[in-house]
């Protein structure tokens, strides 16, 4: 179901690190300017991107699809990312990520509190089940939102090809990590792998997705090549990119920012207007890709980033500012 054109695939040959983090900091002023009016006019290349079409696309669901708004620019949601292992900067992983080369074997390796751990291929996962569209807002925790048309399906379907023991209470992933083409966490100034996790009830709901692509193509390296979680009710930072290892676990992960400042970054990490950030009020957000000149349009954040008729069910008498 997944066919690289080879035509488009000479973008991603191997740059060594050194390279283009040197080109990096010759960039260092032109990155800055990477402002709010500039957004618009950011798009990429499109052959820079390597990707591919993922034919067979399955139509979901309402609960599974927004109804009125429309996908953000492929353009913006390309180059205005957080991506800590190619760069700290919203611009950085859009110029690095490309050029690095996603390993041609993928495993996926799913072990911990199961009877029997097992390792998938990219391409055994992938044909799990039909990829669906579906098309999410995501919030992340610095104010900026974008809605994204990803495509996979819903990880319990991955999580269930293993049976778990009655300790597992959590789910635990893992970042690929390649100290050769990536950031050393002193320099992203967050630790590597990069970690996250979530319970087993928010892993197994619906909603929750594993990715592989985006608009109708492939996944974007600076979108987390070439499979990632989705987790569309929470804080962006929860979705994990380029994921190679899952976890069943008994007590509850570490989680990278919740390692870089716990009081700022809890675990659940829900979008909650409710709950302001130490550093910063969450009542609103910054919807990238429109407005005039493309600054992008301020509107009110929504609780569980407007999934709650989906998920609050999963938080019933949970103190959410405790819990944040
Ligand atoms: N491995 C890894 N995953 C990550 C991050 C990261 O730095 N490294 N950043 C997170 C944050 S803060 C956000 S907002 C989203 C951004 O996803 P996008 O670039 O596809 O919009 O990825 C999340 N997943
Ligand atoms: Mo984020």
């Not at 619906?206 to 090549?225: K, S």
């Not at 000149?293 to 959410?320: C, H, I, R, W």
Request: charged share 20%; proline share 8%; with cysteine.
């Amino acid at each position: 179901m997944l066919i690289r054109k080879p035509a488009d695939l000479h973008y991603s040959d191997v740059t060594p690190k050194e390279v283009y983090l040197n080109r990096r900091r010759f960039m260092g002023a032109g990155a800055a300017t990477l402002g709010a009016a500039t957004l618009g006019s950011l798009a990429l290349p499109s052959a820079a991107l390597a990707t591919a079409k993922i034919n067979g696309l399955v139509q979901t669901g309402p609960d599974h699809n927004l109804g009125n708004e429309k996908p953000s620019p492929k353009a913006t949601v390309t180059s205005y990312n957080n991506f800590y292992e190619f760069g700290t900067d919203k611009g950085d992983p859009s110029q690095n990520a490309p050029k690095w080369k996603v390993p041609a074997e993928w495993p996926i390796r799913i072990e911990g509190e199961v009877l029997q751990p097992k390792t998938l291929s990219l391409d055994q996962v992938m044909k799990l089940s039909a990829p669906e569209e579906r098309i999410y807002r995501h919030r992340c925790v610095e104010r900026w939102s974008i809605v994204v048309p990803w495509i996979g399906f819903s990880l319990s379907t991955l999580l269930k090809q293993v049976q778990h023991t009655g300790k597992a209470k959590y789910v635990a992933f893992e970042t690929y990590y390649d100290a050769k083409a990536m950031l050393s966490p002193r320099e992203a100034g967050i630790p590597f792998p990069y970690v996250e996790g979530l319970r087993l009830d928010e892993a197994m709901h619906p909603l929750t997705l594993i990715a592989f692509g985006m608009y109708g193509e492939t996944m974007p390296n600076q979108n987390g090549a070439p499979i990632r979680i989705v987790v569309p009710w929470k804080y962006g930072y929860k979705s994990i990119k380029s994921i190679t290892r899952i976890r069943f676990v008994e007590k509850e992960p570490p989680t990278d920012w919740n390692l870089y400042s716990s009081h700022e970054y809890g675990f659940y990490s829900n979008v909650n207007p409710e709950v302001d950030h130490p550093r910063w009020s969450q009542k609103v957000e910054r919807r990238l890709g429109g407005g005039f000149l493309g600054q992008g349009t301020e509107m009110p954040t929504v609780k569980f980033n407007g999934y709650g008729a989906q998920v609050a069910s999963l938080y019933s008498g949970m103190d959410l500012v405790k819990y944040h």
